[in-house]
């Protein structure tokens, strides 16, 4: 897998994924539809020779681009989509200040969060896949800095890094009654501790907000 040139997208199959909300006590499941992610976070490297060095860091290696905002993250999904020839996922209205996702388009996009945990997961039930120091960077074996992706075992379907590493943005807005446009992240990031880094964590955060352990991963729909 070439993780300074390629996303390496796997093809995930339909099913279903239960959601829960520890600060609501609410849970609900979702019923999914096959749809394709990528193998491991978008790279310094790869985002770099699309959109240009991240905002956050340094461009041309294999670390995650980190240092990306929400709104960042959308606008590479279409830039990409644009250079491999598929139909932009999102529209964007009142200035560029929102966004609609054009569900029926083949190009690149966030994951939905059902979608996000669904492939983390990949079948297992527990919090985690295997053992964390196997699976994910984070702030017991880190040294405080962020790390290669695919430097760890990925889970049953072929995906890295999805806990520890950098905190993924999804489309999903977090509470919009409570919080209005926040955005969720998924994942855990490499300065979390370990309770941070299990499949069902929600996190939230505004959708310009950029900081050094908050990157994404791309996704794509399957044609019907």
Excluded at 51 to 66: M, Q, S
Excluded at 150 to 173: I, Q, Y
Aim: aromatic share 12%.
């Amino acid at each position: 897998m070439d993780t300074n040139a390629d996303p390496g997208m796997i093809d995930v199959p339909s099913g279903q994924v239960a959601l829960t909300d520890r600060r609501t006590q609410r849970s609900w499941t979702v019923g999914l539809a096959p749809y394709r992610l990528a193998a491991h976070p978008v790279t310094r490297a790869f985002y770099a020779g699309i959109a240009g060095p991240a905002p956050g860091a340094p461009p041309g290696d294999r670390r995650p681009a980190e240092g990306v905002s929400w709104w960042d993250a959308v606008r590479f999904c279409n830039a990409l989509s644009l250079r491999e020839g598929h139909s932009p996922a999102y529209r964007f209205a009142d200035g560029g200040e929102e966004v609609e996702w054009d569900t029926s388009a083949d190009g690149y996009r966030l994951p939905t969060e059902a979608e996000w945990e669904y492939a983390c997961r990949a079948g297992t039930t527990g919090p985690r896949y295997g053992p964390l120091d196997e699976i994910a960077w984070y702030r017991g074996n880190s040294e405080e800095r962020l790390r290669e992706v695919c430097g760890k075992r990925p889970n049953p379907w072929g995906f890295h890094d999805t806990l520890g590493s950098v905190w993924e943005w999804c489309w999903d807005l977090y509470d919009a009654e409570v919080y209005g446009t926040y955005r969720v992240l998924r994942g855990g990031g490499w300065f979390d501790e370990h309770w941070s880094c299990r499949a069902s964590v929600r996190r939230r955060s505004h959708p310009t907000f950029r900081v050094d352990d908050v990157g994404f991963r791309v996704a794509r729909t399957v044609a019907g």
